[in-house]
Antibody, heavy 114, light 107 residues
Framework: EVQLVESGGGLVQPGRSMKLSCAAS????????MAWVRQAPTKGLEWVAT????????YYRDSVKGRFTISRDNAKSTLYLQMNSLRSEDTATYYC???????WGQGVMVTVSS | DIQMTQSPSSLSASLGDRVTITCRAS??????LTWFQQKPGKSPRRMIY???NLEDGVPSRFSGSRSGSDYSLTISSLESEDVADYHC?????????FGSGTKLEIK
């Protein structure tokens, strides 16, 4: 059974950093690209970043470029999202998802507030 | 950036009704269109991929179609368990973009 389990969310002050993790199991992690998608409260889905299967290519939405870094450790089957210089508009539930979008984690809430 | 214009934003229909939700792409996206269902407090669930392919385990009353730049998700006979938000996603070009979502309710 495929599982994606996010962790690392919580309350953080504006301008500070936070790192999300997504532990994957039930499939060969190193064979698939992975992505982060977020959803602000009562809002729609928003793609954040994608990383290729081997980590050699990364893509970001403009609003997080230079502040967020997506990475992966294939030996640990884990996806990461390092978020720096957080803003109130980054407040959202963050989901990790496998390439092609068939599997999603349960989501982790990030609240940016003073 | 490719804009995905989703309509309607909300929809109230009766049990057994045929329901259609549409996303219009601002540029050619081929068949790189995915539909998701999201129930309250839950993660999105892939329903349709490649514009017309039904995900395994999804009831056959759901279908996806394309007409030019318009992509549609149709429920042939609405059931109570279909109450959810529905989202479309284009994945042909970065930044990937979702439609704004459709909230489907029972009348």
């Amino acid at each position: 059974e495929v599982q994606l389990v996010e962790s690392g969310g919580g309350l953080v002050q504006p301008g500070r950093s936070m790192k999300l993790s997504c532990a994957a199991s039930g499939f060969t992690f190193s064979n698939y690209g992975m992505a982060w998608v977020r959803q602000a409260p009562t809002k729609g889905l928003e793609w954040v970043a994608t990383i290729s299967y081997d980590g050699s290519s990364t893509y970001y939405r403009d609003s997080v470029k230079g502040r967020f870094t997506i990475s992966r450790d294939n030996a640990k089957s884990t996806l990461y999202l390092q978020m720096n210089s957080l803003r109130s508009e980054d407040t959202a539930t963050y989901y990790c998802t496998r390439g092609g979008w068939p599997y999603w984690g349960q989501g982790v809430m990030v609240t940016v507030s003073s | 950036d490719i804009q995905m214009t989703q309509s309607p934003s909300s929809l109230s229909a009766s049990l057994g009704d045929r329901v259609t939700i549409t996303c219009r792409a601002s540029q050619d996206i081929g068949n790189y269109l995915t539909w998701f269902q999201q129930k309250p407090g839950k993660s999105p669930r892939r329903m349709i991929y490649g514009a017309t392919n039904l995900e395994d385990g999804v009831p056959s009353r759901f279908s996806g179609s394309r007409s030019g730049s318009d992509y549609s998700l149709t429920i042939s006979s609405l059931e109570s368990e279909d109450v959810a938000d529905y989202h479309c996603l284009q994945s042909i070009q970065y930044p990937l973009t979702f439609g704004s979502g459709t909230k489907l309710e029972i009348k």
